[in-house]
């Protein structure tokens, strides 16, 4: 059985970091795309950045510069380092992977993914 556990978040200043992780079980996803959503009250769910054999493979705009997608294989967990964080990052924080075999999908839609972690809160106060 798959599993995504997200640790990391919290209560944090403006201009503050944190750094969350996402720890997958059951399955590696190294050459599978592993992404990192948002979703604020209200708001549909989106997109902050996603990463595949290593490598990042994309940033929401709003967070280049600000975040910082990594993963270590060994063992098999994805980060997500937020530096610089502003009120309008607060939201729940999930961790996705992608379980298909071509990779065929788009990393930063929701669709490709499989399995979905059940989310960690990020609140900055200003």
């Known amino acids: 059985q798959v599993q995504l556990v997200e640790s990391g978040g919290g209560l944090v200043q403006a201009g503050g970091s944190l750094r969350l992780s996402c720890a997958a079980s059951?399955?590696?996803?190294?050459?599978?795309?592993m992404g990192w959503f948002r979703q604020a009250p209200g708001k549909e769910r989106e997109f902050v950045a996603a990463?595949?054999?290593?490598?990042?493979?994309g940033y929401a705009d709003s967070m280049k510069g600000r975040f910082t997608i990594s993963r270590y294989n060994a063992k098999n967990t994805v980060y997500l380092q937020m530096n610089n964080l502003k009120p309008e990052d607060t939201a729940v924080y999930y961790c996705?992977?992608?379980?298909?075999?071509?990779?065929?999908?788009?990393?930063?839609?929701?669709?490709?993914?499989?399995?979905w972690g059940q989310g960690t809160q990020v609140t900055v106060s200003s």
């Open positions: 996705a992977a992608d379980g298909s075999r071509d990779n065929s999908g788009n990393y930063n839609l929701p669709s490709t993914y499989d399995y």
């Open positions: 059951g399955r590696t996803f190294n050459n599978n795309y």
């Open positions: 990463i595949r054999s290593g490598r990042p493979t």
